[in-house]
């Protein structure tokens, strides 16, 4: 998890400073792009947002909200925060499945 600029955006893209979630596999490092899920501090707790504790504090993952970031420009080791949960992420894991029609016991 890092803190992220998802600056600019527009109309309901999440923006400014906030905290995002990798989901991308490792076996896409190479990559210069990364995949990541936005955890605003106000969101609102909805069906859809997947409930995580980011350094003691709940907070929700907006998965409907997953989107790509440059790596070198977003994630800079300086704005690494910390890891979330093996049980945190395997909320996310399911949600984004269901987002994504991925497991049909899911859907």
Not at 82 to 98: I, P
């Amino acid at each position: 998890m890092y803190r992220i600029n998802f600056d600019p955006s527009i109309g309901h893209e999440q923006e400014g400073l906030r905290y995002g979630i990798v989901i991308q596999s490792n076996f896409y490092s190479a990559l210069s792009t990364t995949l990541v899920i936005p955890t605003p501090q106000g969101a609102r707790p909805v069906h859809f947002h997947v409930p995580v504790w980011v350094k003691g504090e709940k907070t929700y993952a907006l998965v409907e909200q997953l989107t790509t970031v440059d790596k070198t420009r977003r994630l800079r080791p300086e704005r690494y925060i910390s890891t979330l949960s093996a049980e945190d992420m395997e909320s996310v894991s399911q949600a984004v499945k269901q987002l994504l029609g991925l497991d049909p016991n899911l859907l």
